[in-house]
């Protein structure tokens, strides 16, 4: 077991002292996929990796106590908490700037034109892609959550879904091919 299972086992056995311990040894991953995350942004993005590092703690380890499976299941949480927080911030800053229409976009799209930046209405088409996937099948959303909102490659993907790296390539393809059909 390692030592983050371990102290996500004792926080939700109410071990207050765990919290503290838990921060330190996942922060710096946290941090990484932060930056990563918010350097594919538009530019003008306000939002910090590490404040959206602290929200995202704050989220994961919060008032309610959770029930952590693993290190991997924390990760697969993170990178939902990471998505929940860009797509409240893309909507926020959405209404100020252009108040509304809505387009579809190809998910192959949106990943190439990552580099060069997503626009935000990019950015909330695949959040409501990517809710309708996960009412048909969660193992697939979450695979795209850990490979688009945490920067997550198909091994490590893969890894913390407790997968075969075949399992996850089919399951890319077929979350891929679905995203694309709804679109």
């Given at each position: 077991?390692?030592?983050?299972?371990?102290?996500?086992?004792?926080?939700?056995?109410?071990?207050?002292?765990?919290?503290?311990?838990?921060?330190?040894?996942?922060?710096?991953?946290?941090?990484?996929?932060?930056?990563?995350?918010?350097?594919?942004?538009?530019?003008?993005?306000?939002?910090?990796?590490?404040?959206?590092?602290?929200?995202?703690?704050?989220?994961?380890?919060?008032?309610?106590?959770?029930?952590?499976?693993?290190?991997?299941?924390?990760?697969?949480?993170?990178?939902?908490?990471?998505?929940?927080?860009?797509?409240?911030?893309?909507?926020?800053?959405?209404?100020?700037?252009r108040g509304g229409d809505q387009e579809?976009?190809?998910?192959?799209?949106?990943?190439?034109?990552?580099?060069?930046?997503?626009?935000?209405?990019?950015?909330?088409?695949?959040?409501?892609?990517?809710?309708?996937?996960?009412?048909?099948?969660?193992?697939?959303?979450?695979?795209?959550?850990?490979?688009?909102?945490?920067?997550?490659?198909?091994?490590?993907?893969?890894?913390?879904?407790?997968?075969?790296?075949t399992t996850a390539k089919t399951h890319?393809?077929?979350?891929?091919?679905?995203?694309?059909?709804?679109?």
């Amino acid at each position: 077991m390692s030592d983050v299972t371990r102290i996500l086992n004792a926080i939700e056995q109410g071990d207050a002292k765990a919290t503290d311990e838990l921060l330190p040894l996942v922060y710096e991953e946290l941090r990484l996929l932060a930056a990563q995350k918010l350097s594919h942004e538009p530019p003008g993005q306000t939002l910090q990796a590490t404040a959206l590092v602290h929200e995202v703690y704050l989220r994961l380890v919060g008032d309610e106590p959770r029930g952590w499976e693993n290190r991997g299941h924390f990760f697969v949480a993170a990178a939902e908490a990471m998505r929940r927080i860009l797509i409240e911030h893309a909507r926020r800053r959405k209404t100020h700037k252009r108040g509304g229409d809505q387009e579809r976009v190809n998910l192959d799209e949106l990943i190439l034109s990552n580099e060069n930046g997503r626009a935000l209405d990019e950015l909330i088409a695949l959040d409501e892609a990517l809710e309708k996937l996960e009412r048909k099948d969660k193992a697939k959303a979450d695979l795209i959550k850990l490979r688009f909102y945490a920067g997550l490659t198909i091994e490590q993907s893969a890894k913390s879904l407790r997968i075969s790296p075949t399992t996850a390539k089919t399951h890319w393809a077929y979350a891929r091919a679905w995203l694309r059909e709804i679109s």
